[in-house]
């Protein structure tokens, strides 16, 4: 019997780091039945937190999936959840969970508020239109204040957080909250019984800002809804909470309103609450309506309705490796069903796959499942080649859904193997590795024959590199980290380029004209454009141009790093009748763009990062002052909550390396900070220089 989808919700749960994800997810587990025991954080033993390297520092990296059931108003609602990590190093699990996610929870911490994280994931989760539900976490710390948070996701954030329930007492008085729909209390005792509050009336000396609240609430709900309206000026008690719900309900999927709600995850307090928010507000896979697409074969927009019915399609949102079952594919169903053991189509390259099994995750155990149907999140094994952000469908109705995007690494690691039974191994250990994350990329440097591995951060490679001596046994020797910079031109030049080759027999010519310069403000890549007029450049050699040029970009002809964006226009050229050919005008173009470069005047770019700083007063000046040393530049200096000030600046990346322990020092450990990657600048003159010697680039004609 297919299931009811309105009775199912894919939820993630996103926040800044130490907001308290995997906590919340830990108590959702628990309070569903799903766990018998709450596993802790800061004990190692998260259910959701299986990776060594997770339980030892005690922060997510992978995303991690799991099921379970929750009774509200007498039905059961299937939960798929998933808890994304918080840091921003690990930004691709964030990223590729919104993208297949109905709604999230923002968890935010009650006394740090908006953190620069928090923005990251939410602007994210703007970007896939996943609606949102605020969950204010650790009112039991000092500091803590729910209605500051409430401001800030207003200011920072732009949203309407609008309040459903309000914190009795806060710190160590935080006993439990108003549910301002019911106008009522729910006081939480200390235990850890599945049933650990009371509902009673709400507190005498809260009743008039529970009155306030409540208006705002029920004007907010009204103001979506007209017949609600006009109930509401003339009589806001006649008001059901029914209809509140409704509204509110319609509100959060159209994104217009953030309902805000807050408890205490580790005091098991305000999670059976927000859980019945998730149900109430957030989508179902119904709500969320048809997923378009584009069929392959003529190119025109499709789309699929979540309904067992329809053509079966998918997206495979992330790629695991597991010791046991080998390769697990991540899929999020949006339409049709799909049944272990049957073919699938793989549009990306047009080839039939088989699923030999459907797994249901919890965390890192698989629970074997017959079928998957629309609305659901699942494992498979048994692909050959499968990537992130594939579409796999029925090869009789083929469709291609909108995949994700990711950002380029900025930071690299030159890496060897001890041994050479070590050698072997790593190079499959890092192809399973780049294929997990899509961050992460592996090179050989063609010139010193050394393998690099790029990622998004110290942190980022940190990881890697522990989980190749860990999980696949590979004991390797690293370098010094270093910057991924770029390289652009900056000024335009029109460059003719002939290719002669004569060895006898039939030879090589071709001939160009090209203005190359900075490509068009917002575009990466190369733009080419052809002005070729009457077939001086045969038709059919104009593409090899174009792939000469778009091949010669990966090496820049300064210090041999990517070209991030160029400009080529083909003015004019002429060809041979017998030894012209397309390799001829590819190398061409390949020539062209060593030759002229080097005239429109050439510059190294290099990643540059948005720094946030967290100090208290005392070392705001030394920190500044070192901020000031690595050619930081300050854009914002604000007060933070207990005195405390947010020193935001641009830094470049080549001067973070090894920050945190440098801010420790300067701040006897109280200063914190959070740094992603912005934007791509100029390096100094000077700085440049020692850059392009110390890479010992020579920029020669491989084709010569």
């Known amino acids: 019997m297919a299931r009811d989808l309105k009775f199912t919700r894919n939820i993630g749960i996103m926040a800044h780091i130490d907001a308290g994800k995997t906590t919340t997810s830990e108590r959702i587990l628990y309070y569903t039945g799903k766990t018998h025991k709450i596993g802790e954080v800061h004990e190692g033993a998260a259910t959701m937190d299986w990776m060594v390297q997770e339980q030892e520092r005690g922060i997510t990296i992978t995303s991690a999936a799991t099921t379970a059931f929750w009774h509200y108003k007498g039905d059961t609602y299937q939960i798929n959840l998933i808890d994304t990590p918080g840091h921003v190093d690990f930004t691709v699990e964030v990223e590729r969970s ?4 109905d709604g999230t929870v923002a968890t935010f911490c009650a006394v740090g508020r908006v953190q620069p994280q928090s923005e990251t994931v939410w602007r994210q989760a703007d970007k896939y239109g996943v609606p949102k539900i605020a969950y204010v976490n650790k009112m039991d710390r000092v500091g803590a204040d729910f209605l500051a948070v409430v401001d800030e996701i207003k200011e920072k954030l732009g949203a309407r957080a609008v309040p459903i329930c309000l914190p009795i007492g806060a710190e160590d008085k935080f006993q439990g909250i108003v549910d301002l729909i019911a106008n009522k209390a729910i006081i939480y005792d200390n235990g850890e019984e ?24 029920i004007e907010a709900a009204a103001e979506y809804d007209e017949s609600l309206m006009e109930k509401f000026f003339e009589d806001p008690d006649s008001i059901s909470e029914d209809e509140i719900i409704a509204a509110l309900r319609k509100a959060t999927i159209d994104m217009s309103i953030v309902p805000a709600c807050c408890g205490s995850s580790f005091k098991n307090k305000g999670v059976q609450f927000l859980l019945d928010a998730v149900m109430r507000y957030l989508p179902s896979p119904l709500d969320k309506g048809a997923v378009k697409g584009t069929n392959p074969r003529t190119g025109e927009e499709e789309e699929r309705k979540p309904d067992a019915k329809e053509p079966f399609c998918a997206l495979v949102f992330k790629i695991a490796t597991d010791p046991f079952v080998g390769r697990l594919a991540f899929l999020r169903a949006y339409s049709g069903r799909l049944d272990a053991g049957s073919y699938v189509l793989n549009t990306r390259s047009d080839k039939k796959e088989r699923v030999a099994r459907l797994y249901q995750m919890h965390s890192n155990k698989q629970n074997p499942i017959e079928f998957v149907e629309a609305g659901d999140i699942c494992a498979a094994v048994g692909f050959k080649d499968l990537r992130t952000g594939d579409t796999i469908c029925v090869e009789s109705n083929p469709i291609t859904l909108e995949s994700m995007e990711f950002p380029d690494p900025v930071i690299g690691l030159a890496v060897e193997p001890k041994t050479q039974k070590d050698l072997d191994k790593l190079g499959l250990a890092l192809a399973k590795l780049a294929e997990e994350d899509p961050t992460f990329t592996v090179k050989t440097d063609h010139e010193t024959g050394q393998t690099v591995i790029s990622g998004m951060g110290e942190l980022h490679l940190d990881i890697i590199v522990d989980r190749l001596r860990r999980e696949f046994g590979v004991e390797i020797n690293q370098g010094a980290p270093q910057v991924n910079y770029k390289e652009a031109i900056t000024g335009t030049v029109q460059h003719r380029e002939v290719f002669k080759k004569q060895t006898g027999g ?27 007029k ?14 000469g040029f778009k091949s010669a970009m990966a090496n820049g002809v300064l210090a041999g790093y990517e070209v991030q964006s160029l400009k080529v226009t083909l ?10 050919d397309q390799l001829s005008f590819e190398i061409c173009a390949r020539q062209a763009f060593r030759h002229a470069c080097p005239k429109a005047k050439p510059v190294l770019l290099e990643p540059i990062m948005a720094l946030e700083v967290v100090t208290p007063e005392d070392y705001m000046g030394d920190i500044v002052g070192d901020l000031n040393r690595r050619r930081g530049q300050i854009n914002a200096m604000d007060s933070a909550v207990g005195g405390a000030r947010i020193v935001k600046a641009f830094v470049p990346l080549a001067e973070q390396f090894g920050y945190v322990t440098i801010l420790r020092t300067i701040s006897s450990g109280r200063a914190t900070s959070t740094m992603t990657f912005d934007h791509y600048a100029e390096v100094p003159a000077n700085l440049a220089k020692e850059v392009i010697e110390k890479s010992g680039y020579k920029n020669v004609d491989e084709d010569e």
Do not use: C
């Open 98 to 101: 919104l993208r297949v996610l």
């Open 194 to 217: 599945l049933v650990n509050y009371q509902i009673t009336d709400v507190p005498a000396e809260m009743a008039d800002e529970v009155a306030t609240w409540r208006e705002k609430l």
């Open 534 to 547: 009457g077939g001086n450049v045969p038709k059919e050699f104009i593409p090899s141009v174009e792939k």
């Open 506 to 532: 039939r030879g090589k010519f071709a001939d160009i004209i090209v203005e190359i310069g900075p490509a068009d403000e917002g575009t990466t890549g190369l733009q080419f454009i052809d002005e070729v």
């Open 571 to 580: 003015k004019d050229g002429s060809f041979h009748p017998v030894d012209s």
